[in-house]
C-alpha cells in the first residue's frame, strides 16, 4: 500500500478554499458558502404505466420523477444494446465552458447527436447542418436496432402522445426540420470524474436559464451496472429563492462541469434522493432540480434519451 504523505494528500484531496480562490471571487465565495436550500420533500414515484396524472404531477412539481418499472422488455434491451455496442462511434459528450473551451464530461453518446449548444455563429450553423441531416436516419437507426419489436423509444413518443392531453411530438426548429431524439448515452467507470462528481454524479441542471417550468428528461436505461449508478435528485424547494440562489446559479452554469468546482457545490448540498434504474426501466424527470448520476466501479450504463420541453399550445416536444 503506497503511504500517503501529507503533500500527496493535499494534491489528491485539493483544499476547498483554494478551490474558491481560483474559481471565484471574494464576495461570491462568501454567497456560497452562505447559500442554503430547503428540501420540498417531493419523491420519486414508482408506476407499472405512464398516467396524464403522474405527468400532471411531474408539471404541478408534486415529484422530481417518476419511473416505470420494466418500460422495455429486459431481453429486448440486451438484444439490442448488444447491436448498439458494436454499432456505435462513441465519443465524449463536450461542453464548451467560457474561458476553458471544450470541457469533457462523464457521457460518451454514439448513435445520434446531441443538438449543439454553441453561441451563434458559422461553427454552430455549420454544426446545425449536420444535426438536421442526420436527425431522421439516425432516429430511424436507432429503430433498426430494436426491430422486429417496437423501439422502446419510440414507445414513449407515442405513450406520451396517448396520455398528454396536447399530445407529443419530436421539437421542429423555425425552419421546420425535425430535431432529433433518443440518443444514445453510454456512462464508463474511466470516464467518472474524479472526487466527489465521481462518487456523487456531476450535480448540474440541464437548462442554464435558471428556474425553467417543465423542462424535463427521459431516459429508458438499456444497461446499468450491478452496483452504483444511481440517479441522484436534490428535492430542493424550487421557485423564486431558488432561482436568485448563487448557489443554484453555479449548478446551472457550464462551470458546473469542472470537477474542482463540483467539490465546492457537493459541500453545499444536503443528501439527495435516489434511485436505482434497472435494465428496462424508463425515468421521466424535472431536470430543473440538480441531478447525478453516481459512479460506479465495474459496467457499463446506457440509455436512450431525450428532453421533453412543453410547447406554447401544451404539447410536449422531444429533442436529445
Ligand atoms: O442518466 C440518468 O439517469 C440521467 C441523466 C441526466 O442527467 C439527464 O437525463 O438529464
Ligand atoms: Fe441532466
Sequence with gaps: MTKLSKSNLETKTPKLDSIYTKYFDQELSNLIKRAKFKSDKCGIETMS???PEILKALANG????????????????????????????????????????????????????????DSPGPALDKKLDIYWKRAIPDIRKIRSMFSPDLSPFDRLRLELDEVWSGGAMLEE???????????????RPETL???????????????????????????????????????NIWNIKM???????????????????NPEVQEVIHSRLFK??????????????????PHAVAGFRKGLRIALQSFIRHGPSGELRLSS
Design 272 to 289: 439527495p434522493i435516489s434511485v436505482k434504474p434497472e435494465s428496462g426501466d424508463l425515468i421521466i424527470l424535472d431536470v430543473a432540480r
Design 193 to 231: 470524474y474524479k472526487g466527489a462528481a465521481g462518487k456523487w454524479g456531476i450535480a448540474h441542471v440541464d437548462d442554464q436559464s435558471t428556474g425553467t417550468k417543465n423542462f424535463w428528461s427521459a431516459n429508458i436505461y438499456l444497461r446499468t451496472p450491478r452496483e452504483g449508478g444511481e440517479l
Design 49 to 51: 404505466k405512464l398516467t
Design 62 to 117: 408534486e415529484i422530481c420523477a417518476v419511473r416505470i418499472k420494466g418500460f422495455c422488455d429486459p431481453s429486448l434491451a440486451k438484444r439490442a444494446t448488444d447491436k448498439i455496442v458494436q454499432y456505435g462511434h462513441f465519443r465524449n459528450w463536450k461542453l464548451n465552458v467560457k474561458g476553458a473551451g471544450e470541457v469533457r464530461t462523464d457521457t460518451d453518446y454514439g448513435i445520434g447527436l446531441p443538438s449543439p449548444s
Design 239 to 257: 421557485g423564486e429563492k431558488s432561482a436568485n440562489n448563487p448557489l443554484y446559479h453555479l449548478i446551472c452554469s457550464r462551470l458546473a462541469f
Design 173 to 187: 426548429f423555425p425552419n421546420g426540420k425535425k430535431a432529433f431524439a433518443g440518443l444514445v448515452r453510454l456512462i
